[in-house]
């Protein structure tokens, strides 16, 4: 089995406006500052496992305008052999962020709900000495990627963001790793006070390594029915909206290179609070050397 992580992820514009606040029901309000640039779940994830130092293969789909976006992560160490180009608009996000660094964002799927099941299973076939295969829900054929990569024997890592209630449905005990914030993770458990959150997700998934990511509040590692709680690093935040993505990159990078699940969370961690200290989101994704 190789060290190669397969990530079938999305791929967006991202239309980033910086606000004093969140714009409020029938509230006209002038952004402060505007920037466009690429974006999406998925490639932020393959850029920040790159940027650990992981070996990343991203599937996925953009417009056939937008072959930049292909370039911009080949630039940042992702291979992109499996990303096509297709006859509608990319994915895109617009994103508000307030003078706290907090965001609010609305998707459109766009080229990232155009896979296709055969195409993703030649493409899997070509890559199931993968070490493991990352997944997000921005893109269509989860539950398909999901039992295709099962059957081929490669372990399964999710971020079920954004959490939608077919999330539930999926054989997630079957997942190698899962990662979720305390919003999915209550979604899931059906509780939101931490401690019974917890104990759900514990009880619930014995074989599976869980991540509970919790912002400034650090992070929490489930796994063999031990709990390991890892303190997030004091930072000035600027903006959140790739924190997560580069958490979630950096964490599988350490676990797939051999680091143990406490070590790769630290450095995760460390990342994270890099990342919230710059303003955008891939742009925001630290090298291994500004960790070290």
Known sequence: MSDLIINIGSINIDYVYRVP????PGETLASETFTSGLGGKGANQSVAIAAAGGRVK???????????????LNQAGVDTSLI???????GHAIIQVDAQGEN??????????????????????ANQDAKLLLMQ??????????????AMGVPCALNPAPMTSDINHLPLESLDTLIVNRGEAAALAGTEQINKLVSQLQSRFK????????????SILIHKQQVYECPAMATKVVDTTGA??????????GLVAGMSDQDSLHRASQAAAIAVSRPGAIDAIPTLAELN
């Open 207 to 218: 074989h599976t390594r869980v991540v509970l990511t919790l912002g400034g509040a650090g």
């Open 244 to 253: 997560g993505d580069t958490f979630v990159g950096y964490f599988l990078a």
């Open 58 to 72: 991203h599937i996925g789909k953009v417009g056939s305008t937008d072959g930049w976006a292909i370039e911009q």
């Open 137 to 150: 829900n921005e893109c269509n054929l989860l539950a398909e990627s999901l039992e295709l990569a099962r």
């Open 84 to 90: 096509e180009t297709t006859s509608g608009a990319s």
């Open 104 to 125: 609010a964002i609305v998707l459109h799927a766009g080229a990232n709900h155009q896979l296709n099941v055969n195409e993703l299973r030649t493409a899997l076939k």
């Open 21 to 24: 606040h969140f714009v409020q």
